[in-house]
């Protein structure tokens, strides 16, 4: 299994033409046959649990890369590492999200012949990631039952920029009262046409629907 770790510094000129840099990263990953997903999401949404639950199911099937990007640590790489998944650490140290030309820097130096399918796991904020492509497939946003009825209607531009949602810890919902039928509605209220997934990843309730609304 192999794991690398990269510090990068925000004050160099990684920020610059960003959509280009993305342009040139979905042609690389299509050059090479690559689902590429950049999930992005709040700070305990289960992000990171969701990718350890995606990874159990499909590492069988395809070898995958996960790119995680965090202020610092490595801890969610290494959670993701666990599963047989070959791992990039980006660490941005005080950007509160990913760009194209970090994912260029991060995989420099992977062979990326070696994978069908790369998880971006983007830095834990809901605002920041959902202004910048970083040239993936796909742009999921995971919200969470345990955020509260309202970050819907609080963040439409992220849901807006997204390919899909997906609504993670059903399982907690009864406990919490919480009406999901309402969270959905106020997400079709946004885009009345976008994918939503209720999901619990640590059941794993839902979880096939969402494998096969990914195309994997």
């Not at 971006?120 to 999921?140: D, F, H, Q, R, W």
């Amino acid at each position: 299994m192999n794991e690398r770790t990269l510090r990068i510094d925000i004050k160099k000129d990684l920020f610059g033409a960003n959509e280009d840099a993305a342009a040139k990263n979905a042609v690389m990953f299509k050059e090479h046959g690559i689902t590429a997903i950049d999930i992005m999401g709040s700070v305990g949404t289960g992000k990171t649990q969701l990718i350890e639950s995606l990874c159990e199911r499909l590492s069988k099937s395809y070898p995958i890369l996960m790119i995680a990007g965090d202020l610092d640590t490595r801890i969610d790489a290494d959670r993701v590492g666990k599963h047989g998944v070959d791992t990039v650490q980006i660490n941005t140290e005080t950007a509160c999200h990913l760009d194209a030309r970090m994912i260029q820097v991060a995989l420099n130096d992977v062979n990326l012949s070696k994978y069908k399918v790369v998880f971006v796991e983007n830095v834990g904020n809901l605002i920041c990631p959902a202004g910048y492509s970083l040239g993936t497939s796909k742009k999921i946003v995971v919200v969470s039952v345990t955020e509260g009825p309202y970050m819907i209607r609080k963040h439409p531009l992220t849901i807006k920029r997204s390919d899909m949602v997906v609504i993670n810890k059903i399982d907690l919902a009864a406990i919490l009262d919480f009406d999901i039928d309402a969270l959905e509605h106020d997400i079709r209220e946004v885009d009345a046409l976008l994918p939503v997934f209720r999901v619990s990843s640590k059941t794993g309730e839902g979880l096939e629907e969402l494998i096969r609304g990914l195309g994997l």
